[in-house]
């Protein structure tokens, strides 16, 4: 299939798997109130994916409905429902890559978030899975798209609008392609940033794939507010959390919260440079550089159904609603953290207890004693605005 083909069957809601195709290639997401840019997302993924496979985490926004037309077009989208609140992407897309491997004709998972663009064409992707060794994996490196303030509307197109991105990415951010029969006892690391064997830890080799996974994770305020607020919430719900887990989320809301309390904009250039660098102490050594050019291909994608996203008013709405069912979980979130912090400073550890106060205030923004300790272990440690700040 040409180019022009293959964009044309993407667009009219046909895409036939020719015979030249030796592999499978199917995309795995899991996506929630996506409903601005699921569209663009599924058409422009599926010039080069076989099937799309997408987890619906409890969308209050019209995500499914879009999706259902993008099926009734169609397109080859398998939808699974997820109802629940609480964080479950690592079990959800285990429960579900593993259920697709077993079924023996699909080669390759390929996992993409609703923010992610394969920047390459079918033939490419192909080749290069298919040079693949024996027992290794394929990995794509992120390339992070930055806000654009001056575009009339971010969500439109919104990759056309968002030329620039940042220099460079950690290799552990880069997303791992996985050979479908590894599946079957291997997982995804938290983010799909690596593969290991379930039964003890062993991650999968890696090759790293000439092309690179555009990424566009803040695109305006409100959507990037929308996500955060529900996010960092369903980070707190989250039963049998493991260290670090969504740390991004509650990273960003903390930083949010922190603008809104003391009256000042939030900084989306910052925000964007910072996003999944929260846990590195010196994020200016991380990022080097803004460079720019366009993701390659981007070819003419047509949106046709129209986006209901949430209003914020709606997602506080939800969000008190959620917080109300699943008060007793909440009302301990954080305590942990928050006498563990206490210990470290009885001991003299301030620096410790720096950290666990803090991750005891993203686990409980109200926690006022945990926002006192940060405070407290700040001003031992000279850190005076920061400490000012704190007490506020």
Excluded at 129 to 157: C, H, K, S
Excluded at 334 to 344: D, K
Aim: net charge negative; charged share 25%.
């Amino acid at each position: 299939m040409t180019d022009n083909r293959a964009m044309e069957a993407v667009n009219t809601g046909f895409v036939a798997r020719s015979e030249a195709h030796e592999i499978c290639c199917v995309g795995l997401s899991m996506v929630r109130n996506e409903a601005d840019v699921v569209e663009l997302w599924a058409r422009y993924n599926l010039r080069v994916l076989d099937h799309l496979h997408v987890i619906d985490h409890d969308s209050q926004d019209n995500t499914a409905e879009v999706l259902a037309k993008l099926q009734a077009e169609g397109l080859p989208i398998t939808l699974h429902p997820l109802k629940g609140a609480g964080y479950q992407k690592a079990e959800a897309m285990r429960e579900v890559g593993r259920a697709l491997a077993a079924q023996g004709d699909v080669d390759f998972l390929v996992p993409l978030d609703a923010d992610e663009l394969l920047a390459t064409d079918r033939a490419n992707l192909h080749a290069a899975l298919q040079a693949l060794p024996t027992g290794y994996a394929g990995a794509m490196r992120w390339r992070t798209y930055l806000p654009n303030p001056d575009a009339e509307d971010a969500d439109a197109v919104f990759f056309r609008s968002m030329k620039r991105y940042r220099s460079e990415e950690l290799p552990a951010l880069d997303k791992v392609i996985a050979p479908a029969h590894l599946m079957r006892d291997h997982c995804w690391q938290m983010g799909n940033h690596g593969l290991f064997r379930e039964q003890d830890g062993q991650p999968v080799p890696v090759v790293q794939l000439p092309f690179p996974l555009a990424h566009y994770p803040v695109r305006h305020e409100a959507q990037l507010r929308r996500k955060v607020r529900i996010g960092a919430h369903a980070s707190r719900l989250k039963t049998q959390r493991i260290p670090n887990e969504s740390w991004h989320w509650l990273m960003l809301d903390a930083l949010i919260r922190d603008c809104d309390a003391q009256q000042r904009p939030v900084d989306l250039l910052t925000l964007a440079l910072r996003y999944s660098y929260a846990d590195q102490p010196n994020n200016a050594a991380v990022v080097q550089q803004v460079l720019e050019g366009a993701v390659d291909p981007a070819p003419e994608v047509v949106q046709r159904y129209g986006a209901k996203p949430l209003s914020a008013a709606q997602i506080e709405q939800w969000v008190r609603t959620s917080e109300q069912a699943n008060a007793d979980h909440l009302s301990q979130s954080g305590v942990a953290e928050f006498n563990a912090a206490n210990q470290l400073w009885r001991t003299g550890y301030a620096e410790g207890a720096l950290a666990k106060y803090s991750e005891a205030v993203m686990l409980a923004p109200n926690l006022a004693l945990a926002h006192l300790g940060r405070a407290r272990c700040l001003v031992k440690l000279g850190q005076w605005r920061p400490a000012r700040e704190a007490f506020a």
